[in-house]
């Protein structure tokens, strides 16, 4: 499984797009790019899944580059509610195969 | 949001005793998953199933059994329960190959003493 790095926390004003950048140099050609919110006392959530270029969908975009060795998960105009933690997450694209969470970034939105 | 279910909710329990927490899903997925959260740690796996009696280890399986009867079913169960245990677990459900995406249940916040 692809080890990933992504930064432990991040601060952001309301209204303001917020990049989260993942890396994964050892990324395998056949693994896929998973993000996953969660907020306090909650299941994490699924926000988006890529595998090259742009993925977009109504609460998160997705950039991956050529080489697939980062992605960076971008939410356009953060309100509180989204403060959460974000977890990067790169993995063969199968069930039985479980996907490995790190330690996620925490984002913390103010006011 | 999908149909996961986990119980208890809660639950406080001394050193030395079993116990089993379920995870019950209507979605008829194949895949079924127990994850632990501890500050500092993130989530980690515990064990996974694949299928009815189907089931596999995860990085942390140490002090922990789990059996799966039937589809919708998932049981984790602490032979013996210690303090290091005293975790939030959350299930997770998946199914087909070609969208790996996991849904999470409310989580069992368990204590032990």
């Known amino acids: 499984l692809a080890k990933t790095t992504q930064p432990i926390s991040m601060d952001s004003y309301e209204g303001q797009e917020v990049n989260i950048t993942c890396s994964h140099n050892n990324i395998a050609t056949n693994d896929y790019i998973t993000w996953y919110q969660q907020f306090p006392s909650q299941g994490p959530r699924f926000i988006i899944q890529?595998?090259?270029t742009k993925v977009t969908n109504e609460v998160a975009s997705l950039f991956i580059p050529a080489d697939r060795k980062s992605s960076t998960l971008s939410l356009p105009r953060v309100s509180l509610s989204d403060t959460a933690v974000y977890y990067c997450?790169?993995?063969?694209?199968?069930?039985?195969?479980?996907?490995?969470f790190g330690k996620g970034t925490r984002l913390s939105v103010i006011a | 949001d999908a149909g996961i279910t986990q119980s208890p909710r809660h639950k406080v329990t001394e050193t030395g005793t079993p116990v089993t927490l379920r995870c019950h899903q209507t979605?008829?997925?194949?895949?079924m998953y127990w994850y632990r959260q501890d500050p500092g740690h993130g989530l980690r796996l515990i064990h996974y199933?694949?299928?009815?009696?189907?089931?596999d280890k995860g990085e942390v399986s140490d002090g922990y059994s789990v059996s799966r009867s039937k589809t919708e079913d998932f049981l984790l169960t602490l032979e013996s329960a210690t303090s290091s245990q005293t975790s939030v677990y959350f299930c997770?459900?998946?199914?087909?190959?070609?969208?790996?995406?996991?849904?999470f249940g409310p989580g069992t916040r368990l204590t032990v003493t």
């Open positions: 979605e008829n997925h194949r895949y």
């Open positions: 997770a459900i998946s199914d087909r190959d070609e969208r790996y995406e996991q849904y």
């Open positions: 890529g595998y090259k």
């Open positions: 997450l790169v993995g063969f694209h199968s069930g039985n195969t479980p996907l490995v």
């Open positions: 199933s694949y299928g009815v009696k189907d089931t």
